[in-house]
């Protein structure tokens, strides 16, 4: 059904109009209509299905793991074995939501990678300085302000990556991810407890890392 | 509110800041959060930083992918699952859901048949006394007709009217008064097979059962593979 050319036609249309009894609100969404069809030709045998997916969520999978793992070819290994793993489990996505099925194999491959890298530390945030990471600068922009903005991400981003796996995770999650507490505590495994907990010492730590500092962010909470 | 001397700060409670600041407080704790935050200074400029730091915290920009992610032919060849777990892997597919049904009703299916041929080739095996209609009627009709003959004698005696009673014996001994038969020949004599149509049931029904069984442990198993990581 959901190779029907119906549904295909429906997901190139901007507005779809599609007469469907089904209460289901997520096949509403025309992306998850797309990702559904990709999903059941991948399923099918289609590589090119499954590399259209890829393509739609390996921006987002890569800012979500790298800000979980600092280090970026941590991050980048983890995000291939995300898609290897994804490839390998096809059969096991039981509907729903792709980007949230993607994002959470993302995330347990996060998690593996930091367990490996506890094992096994390496140099710790060799990308840290990298100029790369500040966002570009629109024509228009104040120098000024945009000065400070990257200044305030550069100081987060070295704060973020100096407190514990853990702690990061969990505002990562919360606070970019915009997870709640109970999902947060399902796909890591700990209680709901433990995740406020987390993220309120996290959010400490944070604070204690950006003391010399904290003048940039002053002035942007309420 | 009485102001608390910033000297005491060091002897509050963070995280009950850092749990007000995030809306977690509730109850005696957000009585007491609130009371900090009011009355000490520190306190509440923790709460303010730990509120912009939790608003700026999404505004860092996402870093840059360093690699394209797609997978290649070979990778996927790699991927894919071959041999046993491959078609175990068929099996688990969602398109072949019809088999947990399919399985669980061929069982079923199955016994009935084994019932229902047991029910042709009992009567037959009248020896473990299952209680068959034709069993009981040669058990009542033999001790009357066979008198004082021999066991052999009265074995062919009650053969007769079990097999007379029960169409579906065929391969009943000689119902002769004159046949004379050794005690170890009698029971051969009352043992009939069941025909074709009931052994081609009981074969069916087993098959039936056992592919029944078979297709719901395969599936079963092929689940658990697909939700093992």
Same mark, same amino acid.
């Given at each position: 059904?959901?190779?029907?050319?119906?549904?295909?036609?429906?997901?190139?249309?901007?507005?779809?109009?599609?007469?469907?009894?089904?209460?289901?609100?997520?096949?509403?969404?025309?992306?998850?209509?797309?990702?559904?069809?990709?999903?059941?030709?991948?399923?099918?045998?289609?590589?090119?299905?499954?590399?259209?997916?890829?393509?739609?969520?390996?921006?987002?999978?890569?800012?979500?793991?790298?800000?979980?793992?600092?280090?970026?070819?941590?991050?980048?290994?983890?995000?291939?074995?995300?898609?290897?793993?994804?490839?390998?489990?096809?059969?096991?996505?039981?509907?729903?939501?792709?980007?949230?099925?993607?994002?959470? /194999?993302? /995330?347990?491959?996060?998690?593996?990678?930091?367990?490996?890298?506890?094992?096994?530390?390496?140099?710790?945030?060799?990308?840290?300085?990298?100029?790369?990471?500040?966002?570009?600068?629109?024509?228009?922009?104040?120098?000024?302000?945009?000065?400070?903005?990257?200044?305030?991400?550069?100081?987060?981003?070295?704060?973020?990556?100096?407190?514990?796996?853990?702690?990061?995770?969990?505002?990562?999650?919360?606070?970019?991810?915009?997870?709640?507490?109970?999902?947060?505590?399902?796909?890591?495994?700990?209680?709901?407890?433990?995740?406020?907990?987390? /993220?309120?010492?996290?959010?400490?730590?944070?604070?204690?890392?950006?003391?010399?500092?904290?003048?940039?962010?002053?002035?942007?909470?309420? | 509110?009485?102001?608390?001397?910033?000297?005491?700060?060091?002897?509050?409670?963070?995280?009950?800041?850092?749990?007000?600041?995030?809306?977690?407080?509730?109850?005696?704790?957000?009585?007491?959060?609130?009371?900090?935050?009011?009355?000490?200074?520190?306190?509440?400029?923790?709460?303010?930083?730990?509120?912009?730091?939790?608003?700026? /915290?999404?505004?860092?920009?996402?870093?840059?992918?360093?690699?394209?992610?797609?997978?290649?032919?070979?990778?996927?060849?790699?991927?894919?699952?071959?041999?046993?777990?491959?078609?175990?892997?068929?099996?688990?597919?969602?398109?072949?859901?019809?088999?947990?049904?399919?399985?669980?009703?061929?069982?079923?299916?199955?016994?009935?048949?084994?019932?229902?041929?047991?029910?042709?080739?009992?009567?037959?095996?009248?020896?473990?006394?299952?209680?068959?209609?034709?069993?009981?009627?040669?058990?009542?009709?033999?001790?009357?007709?066979?008198?004082?003959?021999?066991?052999?004698?009265?074995?062919?005696?009650?053969?007769?009217?079990?097999?007379?009673?029960?169409?579906?014996?065929?391969?009943?001994?000689?119902?002769?008064?004159?046949?004379?038969?050794?005690?170890?020949?009698?029971?051969?004599?009352?043992?009939?097979?069941?025909?074709?149509?009931?052994?081609?049931?009981?074969?069916?029904?087993?098959?039936?059962?056992?592919?029944?069984?078979?297709?719901?442990?395969?599936?079963?198993?092929?689940?658990?593979?697909?939700?093992?990581?």
């Amino acid at each position: 059904m959901l190779d029907s050319p119906r549904l295909t036609i429906a997901t190139r249309r901007a507005a779809p109009v599609v007469e469907d009894a089904r209460p289901s609100e997520a096949v509403d969404d025309p992306i998850q209509r797309r990702d559904l069809i990709l999903m059941e030709q991948a399923r099918d045998g289609s590589l090119d299905a499954f590399n259209s997916l890829v393509e739609c969520y390996q921006d987002h999978l890569f800012a979500l793991v790298a800000r979980m793992v600092p280090d970026r070819d941590q991050a980048s290994d983890a995000v291939q074995e995300a898609f290897f793993s994804a490839y390998r489990n096809m059969r096991s996505f039981r509907g729903g939501s792709v980007r949230s099925w993607l994002s959470r /194999i993302a /995330i347990n491959a996060a998690m593996d990678q930091q367990r490996l890298k506890k094992r096994r530390p390496s140099q710790p945030y060799p990308e840290l300085e990298d100029e790369s990471w500040q966002p570009p600068a629109g024509p228009d922009a104040d120098p000024e302000r945009t000065a400070m903005h990257g200044e305030r991400a550069r100081v987060l981003r070295a704060a973020l990556a100096s407190i514990t796996p853990d702690q990061r995770q969990a505002i990562v999650l919360f606070d970019v991810e915009g997870y709640d507490y109970a999902e947060i505590a399902e796909i890591t495994g700990v209680s709901l407890g433990t995740v406020k907990s987390r /993220i309120h010492r996290g959010r400490l730590a944070l604070r204690d890392r950006l003391e010399g500092t904290i003048g940039l962010f002053r002035g942007e909470g309420d | 509110m009485p102001h608390i001397p910033d000297s005491l700060h060091d002897t509050h409670d963070l995280e009950l800041v850092a749990a007000f600041a995030a809306g977690d407080a509730t109850g005696p704790a957000l009585d007491a959060a609130t009371t900090l935050v009011a009355s000490c200074a520190t306190c509440a400029q923790l709460h303010h930083d730990l509120r912009a730091i939790a608003a700026a /915290i999404p505004a860092v920009p996402a870093p840059a992918r360093t690699r394209d992610f797609r997978i290649t032919s070979e990778q996927a060849a790699r991927l894919g699952p071959t041999g046993i777990r491959g078609i175990l892997a068929a099996f688990g597919s969602p398109r072949l859901s019809f088999a947990a049904p399919l399985g669980t009703g061929m069982p079923a299916l199955g016994i009935i048949g084994v019932l229902v041929a047991s029910g042709g080739v009992l009567p037959g095996g009248a020896t473990d006394g299952a209680g068959s209609p034709a069993l009981d009627a040669a058990a009542q009709v033999a001790p009357e007709s066979a008198g004082k003959e021999n066991m052999g004698a009265l074995a062919a005696e009650s053969a007769a009217p079990a097999a007379s009673a029960d169409p579906n014996l065929t391969l009943s001994a000689p119902a002769s008064p004159a046949t004379t038969m050794s005690e170890q020949d009698a029971p051969a004599a009352t043992v009939t097979a069941p025909d074709d149509g009931s052994r081609l049931l009981l074969a069916a029904g087993l098959v039936l059962v056992i592919l029944g069984v078979g297709l719901v442990a395969i599936r079963l198993l092929a689940r658990a593979l697909a939700r093992a990581p």
